[in-house]
């Protein structure tokens, strides 16, 4: 299995390939973008096994943060964050109703995240070539939202909480013609703000708006039937909450067919040499079992053969909020 990262030192960069314990240096690229658009007609492996150098890092240095090398996530746009939507789908994984139905819970016998669940139990997994039900979809940001591993996940001040979304996400190049292409797949922390949606289910889309995170590593053409994970949450050191998880086709209610057609079926979607991170969404949050996450709390989030884990801390933004005015033009 093909696992790929991109790190830097001051203004040089590098894509390497995942050899443990070490990362080994392709020649001739500084991004993963570039190394796929370069591809030609040649696959994945054959460019690498051709283009891979005698070069090598220790990985458990460069994980640790204590090289000159760091860390980036494993995908970024050359032209700019702009050139990479961030997005996402919800009430995809069989677990995951139960968190958002407590979340939102009323009076009424079901509320609309189980019509909406449901909904994806019963026309989610369509025949092969046919179109099932849409799933819940949501808009994350652009790329200048992603941050790679080690990185701090800023909470701003208007934020009302933050809490990690442990999955997996989809990334995606559209090639020419308006088709998509999948480079592979990644760890994910979709990180939200559960406590504003969980005033009004309304709030969903305003929850989402926030920094997140992949990586560290990339991995090309996954197994995703059933990928067994774990999320830990850390506090001063010290583990406070970890749950087993599980991700992948055989614990969804939605096919992987289903979830992109739905994604890139608007033509918006389909504009060349842009990239997508979509996230395939997450079956257990620690906000779920009662946990509110603090400053400086550190969320850790592995997968089965998806590398090594991908970790992240909450940046809370200190002070007031602060208005924020318009000025016309006029």
Known sequence: MIRLVQIQKGSERRVALVEEPELRLLAGVRSIYELVIGLGKASIADWIKANVSNERLNYDAV???????????????????????????????????????????????????????????????????????????????????????????????????????????????????????????????????????????????????????????LVVDPEFRSVPGKVAIERAGKMIWSKEICSGEAEMCHSLQNLEHHHFKFAGHRREDDLHVHYFGACSLSFGDGLQLADGDAMIIGFNDFGRPLRNTLAMERGPDSLVTVQSLA
């Open 63 to 217: 994980y640790a943060g204590n090289s000159d090398w760091h860390l980036l996530p494993p995908i970024d746009h050359p032209d700019g964050p702009w050139r990479c939507l961030v997005s996402g789908t919800g009430l995809t994984h069989l677990g995951s109703a139960k968190n958002r139905q407590a979340m939102h819970s009323v009076t009424q016998n079901e509320t609309d995240s189980m019509k909406m669940f449901r909904w994806g139990v019963e026309g989610g997994r369509p025949a092969a070539g046919s179109i099932g039900v849409a799933p819940e979809w949501f808009y994350k940001g652009d790329g200048g939202i992603l941050r790679g591993h080690g990185e701090s996940l800023a909470v701003p001040r208007f934020a009302e909480d933050a809490g990690e979304e442990g999955e997996i996400a989809g990334i995606y190049l559209i090639g020419p013609g308006g088709r998509p292409w999948r480079i592979g797949m990644c760890i994910g922390n979709e990180c939200s703000d559960h406590r504003f949606e969980k005033r009004n289910y309304l709030n969903l889309a305003g929850s989402k708006l926030r920094q997140c995170a992949i990586g560290p590593e």
